[in-house]
C-alpha cells in the first residue's frame, strides 16, 4: 500500500510539473558572478541594487536566480507586479516549488488587496496543489528540504518535524526556536530546554549561521560562556550581521557574561563593516553610534590597525549578510 502510494505521488508530481518543465542553463562565468553579486546584494537588504544583477542570469535561465529576481521585484514594490509574476513564473516552469508557492500565496498578497494582480498561468489553488504534489514527491525520496516545503504548504508540524529529523538545519532552527517560545508539549520545563538546546546544536553544527547565534544564547543561559563565545565567533565567521554586531559589541567591554576580553581595535574593526550596510534595517546606524563611543578610547595607530584588520576580515570571511528565510513570512 505504501509503494503504490508512493508511486501515485510521483506519477501526480510527474503530470502536474512535465508540462512546466524544463532544464537549468548552464551559466557562463559572468553570468554565475552576476548571480552570486546578486544574491549577495538582496541578503544585505539591498533589493534595488540586486535586481540588475539578478536579471542578468534569470535571463540565461537560471531557476534560482529567477526566483531571487522574483522576490527582489516583490519587495522593491511591496507587492506581487506582472515582472515579479513572470520570474516566479520561470522559475516554476523549471520545477521551483519556493516559485510554485509565492504565485500560491497571490491571493493574500498586497495585489489582492489593491485588486491589481497581474493575470497568472495557473490560478493559486493549482500551483500549491503543484508545489505539494513536487514536494511530496521529492520528500518521499528523503528530501528534508521539500519535508520543509510542505510545513510551509500544509502548515503541518509533522513536516517541520520530519524535516528537522532527516537532517535540514534551517528546520531544526525553526523547531528549536518554536519549542522556545512556547510550542510542543513538554511534561517538565527542563525537558524543553533540552528539546531548545539538543534542535539548536543540531542546525549550528549543521552550518546555519542563526543556529549558532541562538546556541551560544542556550548555552550562556546554561553558564557556559566558553561555548557561548565559541559560537558568537563561528556564527560571526560566516558573515552573518547579527552575530557579527553581537562580537564586536561584546569585544567593546559590553555584556560581560560571554567573557570576552576587551579589544577595542578588533571590536571597531568589526563593527566598522556594518558602514556599507544603508540597504535597510537599522544595523548601520547602530554600529555607527557604539563605534562613535569606541573611538573616542583609541588613538589613531589603533585606529589604522583596526582598518587593515577590516580590509583582511573582507578578504577572508563570506560577505555581509541578514541570512533572511528564503521563503521570507
Known sequence: MKVNTMRAYFFI??????????FAAELTIEQQTAKSQGIVLYNQFKAIS??????IAADAGDPDAQYYLGEAIRENHRYIDAEAKEAYEDAAKQGSIYSMIRLGQMESDLCATMNNCPKSQK????????????ATAEAAQGNAESMYLLYEITGDKKWLEQSAENGFSFSQYLLATEYREGGGFFLLPSNRMD??????????EGGYPRGMSGLAAVLLEKKDPEGAREWTERAAATGYVE????????LAGKNTEFGFPVDFVKSYALLSLFLEL?????????????ISKIKEKMNQAELDEADKFAVNWK????????????LSR
Open 13 to 22: 508530481a510527474l503530470l502536474m510539473i512535465a508540462p512546466l518543465s524544463g
Open 50 to 55: 540586486a535586481t540588475p544583477l539578478l536579471k
Open 195 to 204: 528539546a531548545v538546546e539538543r534542535w539548536m546544536k543540531a542546525s549550528a
Open 278 to 290: 544603508d540597504g535597510g534595517g537599522g544595523a548601520k546606524d547602530d554600529a555607527e553610534y557604539v
Open 315 to 326: 578578504k577572508t570571511h563570506p560577505p555581509l549578510s541578514f541570512f533572511p528565510f528564503k
Open 123 to 134: 490560478a493559486p489553488k493549482e500551483w500549491l496543489a503543484s508545489a505539494k504534489a513536487l
Open 243 to 250: 552575530a557579527i554586531f553581537n562580537y564586536g559589541y561584546y
